[in-house]
């Protein structure tokens, strides 16, 4: 697909057209469904289309309520919608049950029919709109998960409400105060789970605050000002986030989604809410747009492909179909908003974003070095999906080199563990890493976990980032031999030929350089030595092909400190972190600064199993 360099309202309708044009050819007249690949749910093929062709109303309904689309563009999803909610109708999208897919479908349709009520909703018949209302009306009489998921029957009752259709206000009340439940300082939510802060916190939990305070603040000004405060007390962090090239940090589930991770920014503008300056808005959302065209992110008919990067489906989970990724049209409802509206006549401006911030709620720090790798280091995160290890509990996730997933189990390839410390048991190939922190901290210098990969194994890992580098401190308690590997950032290979790519020596480590920059690791304490491991292809999300350097050893039965050093930047650095190292505590020093790890106040306290 040619690049469009996104510069303005223009460009960026461009893009948008060049991804919604290649999924024409597999539309069906009248049928809302879209038949965009093979590949299997825990929901059926059926809804699976369905929700295909749901998700682009994220972007379709709003532009055509703005006349952005003309009603000839919009007459396709009118007569498809019409048949979908019609149960006499061989199109009819069926009964809805308790925790369906089509729950979380019903959303784009509930803010389309709010947007497009003039055009769309008053011209119905009364049979039409009877309809409508009952299918969508469903989601009152059934379970709903208590997560973001409530905004979908929240939104329901909202478009209800706006119709002067009768909302269930029981729902309504019911659903808010659960969304509050998960409210916590500095405009942060959780997502269901206290252990999960990730993208469903801005493109779920805020993106649909702010429309309900947009739509809601007559009826309801009181909470549409608290979930607008919100979202201008979360914007000062949620910043953070992303780098000065557009990427943002690969971290959490659903990142199949790609580009709605600039949704909530998106959802600001439509909804006026300016928690950042416009110019600032406008490059957060078109830098993350132009990052996302140097991947290939679509399949050679131009349509998206599950994936991150590139098309790859170890990294998914079990709710992602091909019609999935198109959950990221949330981020073009920037295009509904009026050509005179001060984001799009604003002169785009940078950011301007300390070196390194502590989002207390979140329980992370993050730095963002000279603004090209931000790195985000969480502490106490999971979620129960498919390599949830792997996408919440690594030390450090970054923008730039992204993170891998497992492709199977045996040895250190099929493991991919970057930014983990994995250990197995002397003479076995069956490497594990940290899962949920079974207790964390972080300080405004380090976050800490301990943690317990294998009975009779007890760890605790201090993270200390120092802009570029990290070093990584591993207090370890073990009643048996171990093997111990751990491993630094990704970095790019076009192939994963051991001959083919050498590294170079680097203060008791290794260096290695590669077209998108320079990852070294090095042994400070404790290692044998540090070697180069090429995991299996497709386990990282934005490389195919990678390269981790990994700092490696055997430890006897006993008590052990093990400290490793990480580096992710541009080039070969000139200067590495040192530690002194002493039976109570570790002073990391680099730079002008000297940090002091005390490892009699943060020995083990778990007992050993």
Same mark, same amino acid.
């Given at each position: 697909?040619?690049?469009?360099?996104?510069?303005?309202?223009?460009?960026?309708?461009?893009?948008?057209?060049?991804?919604?044009?290649?999924?024409?050819?597999?539309?069906?007249?009248?049928?809302?469904?879209?038949?965009?690949?093979?590949?299997?749910?825990?929901?059926?093929?059926?809804?699976?289309?369905?929700?295909?062709?749901?998700?682009?109303?994220?972007?379709?309904?709003?532009?055509?309520?703005?006349?952005?689309?003309?009603?000839?563009?919009?007459?396709?999803?009118?007569?498809?919608?019409?048949?979908?909610?019609?149960?006499?109708?061989?199109?009819?999208?069926?009964?809805?049950?308790?925790?369906?897919?089509?729950?979380?479908?019903?959303?784009?349709?509930?803010? =389309?029919?709010?947007?497009?009520?003039?055009?769309?909703?008053?011209?119905?018949?009364?049979?039409?709109?009877?309809?409508?209302?009952?299918?969508?009306?469903?989601?009152?009489?059934?379970?709903?998960?208590?997560?973001?998921?409530?905004?979908?029957?929240?939104?329901?009752?909202?478009?209800?409400?706006?119709?002067?259709?009768?909302?269930?206000?029981?729902?309504?009340?019911?659903?808010?105060?659960?969304?509050?439940?998960?409210?916590?300082?500095?405009?942060?939510?959780?997502?269901?789970?206290?252990?999960?802060?990730?993208?469903?916190?801005?493109?779920?939990?805020?993106?649909?605050?702010?429309?309900?305070?947009?739509? !809601?603040?007559?009826?309801?000004?009181?909470?549409?000002?608290?979930?607008?405060?919100?979202?201008?007390?979360?914007?000062?962090?949620?910043?953070?986030?992303?780098?000065?090239?557009?990427?943002?940090?690969?971290?959490?589930?659903?990142?199949?989604?790609?580009?709605?991770?600039?949704?909530?920014?998106?959802?600001?503008?439509?909804?006026?809410?300016?928690?950042?300056?416009?110019?600032?808005?406008?490059?957060?959302?078109?830098?993350?747009?132009?990052?996302?065209?140097?991947?290939?992110?679509?399949?050679?008919?131009?349509?998206?492909?599950?994936?991150?990067?590139?098309?790859?489906?170890? !990294?998914?989970?079990?709710?992602?179909?091909?019609?999935?990724?198109?959950?990221?049209?949330?981020?073009?409802?920037?295009?509904?908003?009026?050509?005179?509206?001060?984001?799009? =006549?604003?002169?785009?401006?940078?950011?301007?974003?300390?070196?390194?911030?502590?989002?207390?709620?979140?329980? !992370?720090?993050?730095?963002?070095?000279?603004?090209?790798?931000?790195?985000?280091?969480?502490?106490?995160?999971?979620?129960?999906?498919?390599?949830?290890?792997?996408?919440?509990?690594?030390?450090?996730?970054?923008?730039?080199?992204?993170?891998?997933?497992? =492709?199977?189990?045996?040895?250190?390839?099929?493991?991919?563990?970057?930014?983990?410390?994995?250990?197995?048991?002397?003479?076995?190939?069956?490497?594990?890493?940290?899962?949920?922190?079974?207790?964390?901290?972080?300080?405004?210098?380090?976050?800490?976990?301990?943690?317990?990969?294998? &009975?009779?194994?007890?760890?605790?890992?201090?993270?200390?980032?120092?802009?570029?580098?990290?070093?990584?401190?591993?207090?370890? =308690?073990?009643?048996?031999?171990?093997?111990?590997?751990?491993?630094?950032?990704?970095?790019?290979?076009?192939?994963?030929?051991?001959?083919?790519?050498?590294?170079?020596?680097?203060?008791?480590?290794?260096?290695?350089?590669?077209?998108?920059?320079?990852?070294?690791?090095?042994?400070?304490?404790?290692?044998?030595?540090?070697?180069?491991?090429?995991?299996?292809?497709?386990?990282?999300?934005?490389?195919?092909?990678?390269?981790?350097?990994?700092?490696?050893?055997?430890?006897?039965?006993?008590?052990?400190?093990?400290?490793?050093?990480?580096?992710?930047?541009?080039?070969?650095?000139?200067?590495? &972190?040192?530690?002194?190292?002493?039976?109570?505590?570790?002073?990391?020093?680099?730079?002008?600064?000297?940090?002091?790890?005390?490892?009699?106040?943060?020995?083990?306290?778990?007992?050993?199993?």
């Amino acid at each position: 697909m040619e690049k469009i360099n996104i510069v303005d309202r223009a460009s960026l309708r461009q893009y948008f057209d060049s991804l919604l044009t290649p999924t024409e050819k597999y539309r069906q007249a009248g049928n809302g469904r879209l038949n965009l690949g093979s590949s299997a749910t825990h929901y059926t093929q059926d809804q699976a289309q369905i929700e295909g062709f749901l998700r682009e109303l994220w972007a379709v309904g709003p532009m055509y309520g703005n006349g952005d689309l003309s009603d000839a563009d919009f007459q396709y999803y009118r007569q498809a919608i019409l048949n979908g909610v019609d149960p006499q109708h061989p199109y009819y999208w069926g009964v809805v049950r308790d925790y369906d897919q089509l729950i979380v479908e019903m959303a784009s349709l509930a803010v =389309t029919l709010i947007e497009t009520k003039a055009k769309f909703w008053d011209t119905l018949t009364p049979d039409q709109q009877h309809n409508v209302f009952n299918w969508l009306n469903q989601v009152n009489s059934i379970g709903v998960w208590p997560n973001n998921w409530r905004f979908f029957r929240i939104l329901v009752n909202v478009a209800f409400t706006k119709l002067g259709l009768s909302a269930s206000q029981e729902k309504l009340q019911d659903d808010l105060a659960l969304i509050e439940s998960k409210s916590l300082a500095e405009g942060w939510y959780f997502d269901g789970s206290p252990t999960q802060m990730d993208y469903y916190i801005p493109w779920a939990m805020h993106y649909y605050g702010l429309l309900y305070a947009h739509y !809601m603040q007559q009826e309801d000004p009181k909470r549409s000002a608290l979930f607008v405060a919100r979202a201008k007390s979360f914007a000062q962090s949620f910043q953070y986030w992303f780098d000065t090239n557009g990427a943002a940090v690969p971290f959490g589930r659903s990142l199949t989604y790609r580009f709605a991770q600039a949704a909530f920014w998106s959802a600001c503008v439509f909804t006026g809410v300016e928690v950042l300056p416009w110019g600032e808005l406008k490059t957060l959302v078109f830098n993350h747009l132009n990052y996302w065209q140097t991947l290939p992110i679509t399949k050679p008919d131009g349509v998206l492909s599950i994936g991150y990067g590139y098309e790859n489906l170890y !990294m998914s989970e079990h709710y992602n179909s091909p019609g999935s990724p198109y959950w990221s049209f949330k981020t073009f409802i920037v295009l509904a908003v009026p050509q005179d509206h001060p984001f799009w =006549t604003a002169k785009a401006t940078q950011p301007t974003r300390a070196e390194q911030i502590r989002i207390t709620p979140a329980k !992370m720090l993050i730095t963002n070095q000279q603004g090209t790798n931000v790195c985000l280091y969480p502490s106490e995160q999971l979620a129960a999906q498919a390599h949830g290890d792997e996408k919440y509990s690594k030390f450090v996730y970054s923008s730039r080199f992204g993170f891998s997933v497992s =492709t199977g189990k045996h040895g250190l390839e099929d493991g991919a563990f970057d930014n983990v410390l994995a250990v197995a048991e002397v003479d076995s190939d069956l490497f594990v890493h940290k899962p949920l922190d079974l207790a964390g901290k972080v300080t405004d210098e380090w976050v800490q976990h301990t943690w317990s990969p294998l &009975p009779a194994v007890a760890i605790v890992s201090t993270v200390v980032p120092l802009g570029e580098w990290h070093v990584r401190i591993h207090q370890v =308690t073990n009643q048996r031999p171990l093997q111990v590997a751990d491993g630094g950032f990704s970095n790019l290979l076009h192939d994963s030929h051991p001959d083919d790519h050498p590294a170079v020596n680097y203060a008791g480590g290794l260096g290695f350089t590669s077209a998108i920059g320079t990852t070294v690791t090095t042994n400070l304490l404790g290692f044998e030595q540090v070697t180069r491991v090429f995991p299996s292809p497709n386990s990282n999300l934005v490389y195919p092909n990678t390269i981790i350097l990994t700092a490696v050893g055997t430890l006897t039965s006993g008590t052990h400190v093990l400290i490793s050093a990480h580096y992710g930047g541009d080039k070969i650095p000139v200067v590495s &972190p040192s530690v002194d190292y002493r039976d109570e505590e570790v002073v990391v020093k680099f730079a002008n600064r000297s940090i002091r790890v005390d490892l009699r106040k943060d020995e083990l306290t778990l007992s050993l199993r």
